[in-house]
């Protein structure tokens, strides 16, 4: 597709429909909510980290209505099995074999709601299929629809019952972000608008499955300045050799702070780059991928550090240099 016929006005007008239909139940979370739908426009999986109560499980719920595309919930308890999230094959009868049944993994949006309650061995049942689009049971490779994106809540670490997410599943999160108290004239409305009433049920989609695909294409063509491109390499570089972080970014941090900055211009209406898109989206794509230097550290020490780094690291003058 050429670059005149792409449509980037499209895309801004399907990226602010969804985001409008969203946040007629996430009431004063504009910005979390745009970041939850570049995250899908970016083609990655989304990470929703919060306090029980903060309506995590309500943005994802409200998202997969606005879409109309099959989505599935899935509920992570610590006796979640691994073939309860990919599937498993049954025998059959009167066939006279195993037939695989597929698990709610293969679904276009997949909800995994509390994540970090499950055991490690099942959450990594996840990582073949965010990161392929696809599941390997019994030897054999079965592909997931398209789109395929996991959005996925978990409560922090020290609550009681949790499980540290490993480090490769958090990789392939594209984004993590928190919801947050909501103010109190939001929270005014959570209680007229929720008090008597699940308003996500009545909730109607405003896009479809192929629109969602098309709004990644249209991301992908957004076009980068080989001086922003350089700029994301010394940003990444910066991040392995910086004295506070343990962990840097690793080669797939990098190309999806790429799609997310791409998404976010598109949303926009932009056809180009901006260092102001990289800025914005580096901490929601790189908090959760930093690990501090040294042990007993503040937790958001790497964070600190990738901020100190944004603000002496140069940046290209113009998109197009």
């Known amino acids: ?21 969203v946040q007629r139940i996430i009431e004063g979370k504009a910005g979390i909510v745009r970041l939850a739908l570049i995250a899908l426009a970016a083609e990655g999986h989304l990470l929703v980290e919060d306090v029980p109560g903060v309506g995590k499980t309500m943005l994802a719920k409200a998202i997969a209505r606005s879409i109309s595309c099959e989505w599935r919930r899935l509920q992570f308890t610590p006796d979640l099995l691994p073939s309860d999230v990919t599937g498993v094959g049954i025998y059959d009868a009167e066939v006279k074999r195993f037939v695989f049944k597929p698990g709610p993994i293969f679904a276009n949006i997949v909800l995994g709601d ?3 309650r499950a055991s490690p061995k099942t959450q990594s049942a996840l990582l073949e299929a965010m990161e392929e689009q696809q599941v390997t049971v019994d030897n054999r490779t079965y592909k997931l629809p398209a789109p395929f994106i996991v959005i996925a809540t978990q409560n922090p670490i020290e609550h009681a019952g949790t499980y ?14 928190h919801m947050g108290y909501p ?18 049920a009545r909730l109607e989609p405003v896009a ?6 098309e709004m990644m294409a249209v991301a992908r063509s957004v076009f980068v300045a080989p001086g922003l491109k350089g700029y994301l390499v010394d940003l990444a570089e910066a991040t392995r050799s910086h004295p506070g972080v343990g962990m840097g970014m690793s080669p797939r941090a990098t190309l999806h702070l790429l799609r997310a900055a791409r998404a976010r211009a598109a949303a926009e209406g932009r056809s180009y780059l901006l260092p102001d898109d990289v800025k914005a989206l580096a901490h929601p794509v790189l908090d959760h991928r930093l690990s501090v230097a040294l042990e007993g550290q503040a937790p958001g020490a790497a964070s600190e550090a990738l901020s100190e780094i944004l603000e002496r690291l140069p940046v290209p003058r113009t998109a197009r240099e």
């Open 1 to 21: 597709m050429a670059i005149a016929e792409i449509d980037y006005g499209g895309f801004a007008e399907t990226f602010e429909a969804i985001a409008a239909n």
């Open 164 to 177: 540290p997410l490993p480090e490769s599943e958090l990789d392939r999160f594209l984004m993590r972000i």
């Open 114 to 116: 509390e994540i970090n």
């Open 183 to 200: 103010d109190r004239e939001s929270e005014l409305e959570i209680l007229d608008t929720h008090g008597a009433r699940d308003p996500v």
């Open 208 to 213: 479809s499955g192929w629109d969602v695909l």
